[in-house]
């Protein structure tokens, strides 16, 4: 920690080893790898948290169907998907299912933390529309709506805003879990600081930098999901 005790000239050490130059020419600074890293970390969230609600949404539905065969499939789903850690399922993708296939890592990332977040995503909602009171699907269908456009128009939105405090907890979660993306290659955060590491020889440093900018990230995400959650909240009082 000397570069605490140094003062200005120890924090400038900081800044010019974690984002100047690699080499005395200043050809290609370091702070290139952050930004890679970041942008590859945010694209495979944004991803897989589509991913994750559009499916989880599906799964959702045939949970709480009538269909006795979708529901025992949807549990196997959602046991098998919690009971086995991201890091296996995404070497699994990445080796087996999609070992042959040409396509970008970027899109096996987002498409394992996307199917590893469907299965919770899945269960928030299911409780979210649990919760609602019953009256809401009964009055739906006395205006003439069908199932699908009551569950489409009433029931899913108002589920989705009562639960978006717990989404807001999954998504945080799964920004953080891209963090093992480089297992497959990629160029993530982590990737950034180990290259940093590397070229070094000193890990302090360039690891303190990755644990602020996760920080900063999931800050600036439960900021803005918190200013809709307030205007939502807002829209049901008026």
Known sequence: MNWILLGNSGFMNFINLVF????????????????????FALQVTLFAAIIGIVLGIFIALLKL???KILKVIT?????????????????????????????????????????????????????GIQGL????MEAARSLGMSYGKAMLYIIIPQAIKNIL???????IVLLKETSIVGIIGSFDIMKAANTIISQTGT??????????????LTTTFTFFMRKLERRLRAGDTR
């Open 75 to 127: 549990n196997i789903y959602v046991d098998i998907i919690r009971g086995t850690p991201v890091y296996v399922q995404l070497i699994i993708f990445h080796m087996v299912i999609f070992a042959q296939a040409d396509i970008p890592r970027v899109a096996v990332g987002a498409i394992a933390f996307g199917i590893n977040s469907a299965a919770y995503v899945s269960e928030i909602i299911r409780a």
């Open 203 to 216: 890990a302090i440093q360039p690891l303190i930098t990755t644990a602020i900018i996760y920080l900063l």
């Open 133 to 136: 009171d019953k009256g809401q």
């Open 65 to 67: 169907s009538n269909i």
């Open 165 to 171: 405090p717990t989404l807001v907890s999954e998504f």
């Open 20 to 39: 100047g130059p690699e080499d005395g020419a200043g050809s290609y600074y370091r702070y290139h790898y952050w930004i890679k890293g970041i942008s």
